[in-house]
């Protein structure tokens, strides 16, 4: 029996997110070829041969479209207010296609791309990639377990010290157009606090910009606490303005606390340049675990391990129809609901 035709993908973008979270995947895993990468850029463009020899690198969307024939899915890796375009012009292409988070600027026009997608009879997902972190499926697998009780309280972060503010389109984009660190790291925090918790009830921001010379600009500095129907408060801090970051997770319930400091090694390893299919990959040393426990009375907490590849793996089977796609597009919106009832609540108490 032949084995299947791989899935013909197509990457728009190669700046962070394409070079780093979605080509080495695609390269990696035999369900896809990535067959084109389109990037205006010179230098990502031969950075794209050298990851992918033979890819055909173009400079516009339109190059894509054009050849749609020749495609089965685009990844939509490009700044977030090219979101909806693009997809809805891939989508009329009759391909399936997968956006980078944030999914769109606001949730009517997410919900539309849904409408869209089921019109049109092609799947759309949205790469929520962190619901794969490491250290995210181990505090999944301890809650689930009852290690710690009955939480009660969920502090997660994503904190940096940048001060020199955002590079690039990040620093251009307002809020109306996706801008903003809400909707890009809050994104994940959102989705993650929504994944272990349940729905939202009540929402409650503090969100500024502390990048000097930047007055009118999308927020840099926030901070959300989500009132969970199940009665969890989560906590989710963001800031490129943190010159001691705090703990990763620090999530306190009825029997027990599970503290986390540092980040999900995945990031930093394939900007490295390791791949997914690289010995190691995605492992972290000892001292970098968890420690779960009460008081001083505590244990580290062996890592139960990531990989971002499962968002491809389970993608491969919803095209060949055999499960659903990896991120519900419905879910993408429950959080920029989430996100633009943040933005009311942070402007009512300005």
């Known amino acids: ?3 299947p035709r791989p899935i ?9 997110s394409g070079r780093f979270f979605h080509a080495p995947f695609l390269v990696c895993d035999p369900a896809y070829s990535l067959d084109v990468v389109v990037t205006g850029d010179a230098e990502r463009a031969a950075h794209a041969r050298a990851v992918r020899p033979g890819v055909s690198v173009v400079g516009a969307a339109d190059d894509v479209f054009a050849r749609a024939d020749e495609l089965d899915l685009v990844v939509v890796g490009t700044p977030p207010n090219t979101h909806v375009d693009l997809a809805t012009r891939a989508l009329d292409a009759g391909l399936h ?15 539309a791309l849904i409408e869209h997608a089921r019109d049109a009879g092609r799947l759309l997902t949205v790469f929520q990639n962190r619901r794969w972190d490491t250290d ?9 377990r009852g290690e710690l009780g009955r939480v009660h309280t969920f502090e997660s972060r994503f904190e940096a010290w940048k001060p020199g503010g955002p590079r690039s389109w990040k620093a251009l984009t307002p809020v109306s157009e996706g801008g903003g660190i809400l909707f890009d790291l809050g994104t994940h925090l959102i989705d993650q606090a929504i994944r272990l918790f ?8 503090d969100l500024t910009r502390r990048t000097p010379g930047s007055v009118g600009a999308a927020d840099d500095d926030a901070f959300v606490v989500l009132r969970h129907r199940d009665g969890t408060r989560s906590r989710l801090s963001m800031s490129s ?26 990031e930093s390893a394939l900007r490295a340049g390791t791949l997914p299919a690289d010995d190691g990959y995605a492992r972290e040393p000892e001292e970098s675990w968890g420690v779960l426990g009460v008081g001083e009375d505590v244990r580290r907490v062996e890592p139960v391990r990531g990989s971002y590849a499962e968002f491809y793996r389970l993608l491969a089977l919803a095209l060949a129809g055999e499960g659903d796609v990896p991120v519900d597009p419905h879910d993408a919106v429950e959080v920029l609901t989430i996100i633009e009832e943040a933005h009311r609540a942070s402007s009512d108490d300005q």
């Open 1 to 3: 029996m032949a084995s």
């Open 8 to 16: 013909r993908t197509a990457l728009l973008g190669f700046g962070v």
């Open 97 to 111: 296609v997968v956006v980078d988070k944030p999914f769109a600027p606001t949730s009517a026009e997410g919900t």
């Open 136 to 144: 995210f499926v181990t505090l999944r697998d301890l809650i689930a």
């Open 198 to 205: 349940g729905p939202v009830e009540s929402v409650w921001a």
């Open 241 to 266: 303005m943190a010159a001691r970051p705090g703990p990763r997770f620090h999530v306190s319930g009825s029997k027990a606390a599970y503290t986390k400091w540092g980040l999900d090694p995945q």
